[in-house]
């Protein structure tokens, strides 16, 4: 007989868990103690909502979801906005809560909650353990649940006393990891009738997203825009998997090349409110469409060509068959189309110039600009808050997957400091920096302390403008029926944070020191924080002003 905690960590580990973050708490905190005898990392955070969305990002960088472990009631509920990201970015994530004892259900128990209810709402899966014996069952469903088809979060609770009890391992069947999710194709003649649009057509545009990122799709989409020779441009978290510098990248002729387009090609792209629901296309362009979801198909823009499958498998169809077959594509000449799309791109670059110009105080444009030339080229940047984040797509450019990490598909605000943590991890010989406004900061800036006490050498950057779009220099009543709702109290010191747990404070006021402060943030060898003071002065995002898009 061995004890129910050893017995659930040697499953979890078997079943090819890796990573964990969370909060420990009665009656886990002996379940962890037992996962990482078995090896598992476990990543123990401040709170458990940035615990939960370390977890979600953790399965989109590296195709593994990692696990999320709270307790019950409270524990399970402040994690419940990580389960709900990883469902809306269709990531992979686990979900672990601890339950109440069954026999005190109703009664109320300590911690009390509804929480399978409460996490079915979020997840694409959830369930309750009641014995050690089906543990192994319903973990392995749960695992695949999160990875098979559409990834997402998933949730399993153990009841208190199943923590608790014992069993005999030998009579339980030992949980295997499961096998890679199978990677479906296309019908082959679907993949042609995309063809015959795709090389007809005079103002071909490629768009792809996180989809075909999670996908690891970079190296088939690559192929094919260099073999088709076909304009193409990235959701902001699509962006680098096809490299930003690549000759055919019309990002920064974005307006024009989505309004043009007489044949879009979408991969692993959703047409939802980043992209005004399909109003930003064409009236009459032909849509084809790389989904795994089926039902992701004519939401909101109906397609012409609908091509199921996963994203990499079925770009390489597409490769394979316009290779063997190009005698019979007859290719229609779109040089005018890219000398349009270039120029349009080189016009707009020239009307962003001024903006990166010295100010004082200094503005976001020049701000972010010189932290993007202080980036090393396989950096990993975790980009949130509503005007730095904004700005920031359109600034920072990458020529890698996966490297750009933001608010996503629900527009989540707070996860900078759980992905910058998650990303570390993931990725421990590169650089993870987080460019965060004063307020996204703030949701979970207590998390620095996780990185000084892993000592994972995350640069987070803040642009302070002393509030949430605009600040004002000075507060001058306490009256909260006069203090506006968007101010935050001006010229905070957020750098002296981390310098309590042992990391190092960085601060910047002014235009001529803002290079090399930049440089000795990003090139810190520790845990820092550089605190950048910028004017309080800002846009007010479209979204937010009233964009009835």
Request: contains cysteine; glycine residues 8%.
């Amino acid at each position: 007989m061995i004890d129910g905690t050893e017995f659930l960590a040697r499953s979890i580990k078997q079943s090819g868990i890796h990573v964990a973050f969370g909060i420990v708490g009665v009656p886990v905190t002996p379940l962890v103690e037992c996962m990482q005898q078995q090896g598992i990392k476990f990543y123990a955070m401040r709170n458990e909502q940035a615990a939960s969305y370390a977890a979600s990002v953790y399965g989109y960088l590296t195709g593994t979801p990692a696990l999320c472990v709270t307790v019950a009631g409270p524990g399970l509920v402040h994690a419940l906005p990580g389960l709900l990201n990883a469902t809306a970015n269709c990531w992979p994530m686990v979900l672990i809560s601890s339950g109440p004892p069954s026999q005190h259900n109703f009664k109320g128990a300590f911690q009390e909650a509804p929480q399978l209810e409460a996490a079915k709402i979020y997840s694409k899966h959830a369930v309750r353990v009641n014995s050690l014996s089906s543990f192994n069952f319903h973990f392995n469903m749960a695992l695949r649940e999160a990875t098979y088809g559409k990834p997402g979060g998933v949730y399993v609770e153990i009841a208190r006393e199943v923590i608790e009890s014992q069993i005999d391992a030998s009579s339980v069947p030992e949980l295997l990891p499961i096998s890679p999710p199978p990677r479906s194709q296309a019908h082959q003649d679907e993949i042609r009738a995309a063809l015959e649009h795709l090389t007809k057509a005079a103002r071909p545009l490629l768009v792809f997203g996180k989809g075909a990122a999670y996908s690891f799709a970079e190296k088939e989409l690559t192929s094919f825009v260099d073999e088709l020779k076909i304009p193409f441009l990235a959701s902001p978290m699509g962006k680098g998997v096809v490299a930003d510098s690549h000759p055919y990248c019309v990002s920064a002729a974005r307006s024009l090349a989505l309004a043009k387009a007489d044949v879009v090609l979408l991969v692993g792209v959703r047409m939802n409110w980043m992209f005004q629901f399909g109003k930003v296309f064409n009236a009459e362009a032909k849509i084809i469409q790389i989904d795994i979801n089926p039902e992701t198909f004519h939401q909101n823009i109906n397609a012409h060509v609908s091509l199921l499958g996963d994203a990499k498998e079925v770009t390489s169809q597409l490769l394979a068959e316009y290779v063997a077959n190009k005698e019979t594509f007859v290719k229609e000449d779109t040089a005018a189309w890219l000398k349009q799309l270039r120029e349009k791109a080189e016009g707009n670059a020239k009307l962003l110039e001024p903006k990166f110009a010295p100010s004082d105080p200094m503005n976001y444009h020049f701000v972010l600009n010189t932290i993007q030339q202080a980036l090393p080229a396989d950096a990993v940047v975790v980009n949130e808050g509503a005007n730095t984040m904004d700005i920031g797509r359109l600034i920072f450019t990458h020529d890698q997957p996966r490297c750009r990490l933001d608010a996503g598909t629900l527009g989540t605000m707070g996860v900078g400091a759980g992905y910058a943590i998650a990303a570390a991890v993931a990725h421990p010989t590169r650089k993870v920096v987080t460019v965060q406004g004063d307020s996204a900061f703030g949701f979970s800036g207590m998390e620095v302390e996780v990185a000084c006490r892993y000592q994972l050498p995350i640069t987070f950057i803040v642009l302070n403008n002393n509030g949430i779009y605009r600040g004002v220099s000075e507060i001058d009543t306490t009256d909260p029926t006069k203090v506006p709702a968007t101010v935050l109290t001006p010229d905070i010191h957020y750098e002296k944070i981390i310098e309590a747990f042992g990391g190092v404070g960085f601060y910047c006021e002014s235009a001529e020191t803002l290079k090399e402060t930049v440089e000795k943030a990003v090139n810190c060898p520790s845990p820092c924080i550089l605190n950048i003071k910028i004017t309080p002065f800002g846009p007010i995002p479209a979204i937010v002003a009233g964009n009835k898009h």
